[in-house]
């Protein structure tokens, strides 16, 4: 199987750093770069983050650069209620020993990176898209050559989890989700829609607390806090699966087994309802009525009876070490 190759981007709190794990794990991935953007923690902290989950994945040697440290158009607002002051539930490990973040912005990063594998890879995106849009501005032509975008953000049916309709990741900074949805970067959103459902219970969450594996053992140690804030806000013990959703369908997109495709726009101007994202549900709204605007593909099932065991399979994995 050729390898995935892929641009993570990320503000690398408890989630974003089970689905990095998982994708280090996963033989088939050649993770090419890594960037942080503000969110979960600041972006500097996210970085540490960023390079300490790929140490205990073992891939020590990817690039890991920093990012956009506010949102385009709003005030930075860091998630430490979810994730914790260092974004890793209070047990964020030391930088490892000789390892830095890059001194090129993580936008910088996404532009090269992607100039250096025309056409051959993917963008999964699990934090606020100020990095990614800032990529655009930067080099618009970078929009037609990847393979796909896939993002965790936003959400269509189900509640917002930031305000009543709108979603942390995209709420964090609509101006930019609004450039991105709008270019022409071939996006594929995965939403609290689906990732509400993608929820680890009692039997994952045992098999997790018994691993022996640094990544298990790691895992078990952050997802402490995280559980503790899913309990103060629902009845179902444990948690969902947000950005690692978004890892799997962008290595499988067989996982997805309903969605649809339509142009996407970011309520901006209205005080609460700011980030909710606007879409049109009619039958074949894409081609009669919004003719030459960009489609995303908006998912809105999951084989989660696949993408479950698929995910706790891989992330208690021995990973192979690579090289740095
Ligand atoms: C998203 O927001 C962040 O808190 C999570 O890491 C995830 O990317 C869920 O709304
Ligand atoms: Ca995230």
Known sequence: MPASKLILDGDYGID??????????????????VGTVHGNATAAVAAKNALSVLAIGGRRGVPV?????RPLAQPVDISSMVHGDDGLGGRAPELPQGTNPLDIPAALQIVRTVRNHPGDCTIVATGPLTN?????????DVASMVEKV??????????????????????HDPEAAKLVFESAWPVTQVGLDVTMSAWIGPEELQRIESSQTAAGRF??????????FYSTRHSRPGCPLHDPSAALVALDASLVSRSFATPVDVELRSATNRGMLIVDKREFAA?????????????TELENDRLIPTFIEG??????????
Request: aromatic share 4%; hydrophobic share 50%.
């Open 65 to 69: 650069a920093v990012g956009a440290r």
């Open 132 to 140: 990614l849009a800032l990529a655009l501005m930067l080099d618009p």
């Open 287 to 299: 081609e009669h009525h919004h003719p030459g605007q960009p489609n995303v593909e908006v998912v």
């Open 150 to 171: 896939v993002i965790m953000g936003g959400t269509i049916d189900h509640p917002g989890n930031i305000s009543p309709y709108a979603e942390a990741n995209i709420a």
């Open 16 to 33: 974003d750093a089970m689905a990095a794990l998982y994708l280090c794990h996963h033989p088939d991935v050649e993770i090419l770069a």
């Open 219 to 228: 895992c078990w140690d952050i997802l402490q806090h995280y559980l503790q």
């Open 315 to 324: 992330l208690l994995a021995e990973p192979t070490v690579m090289a740095p």
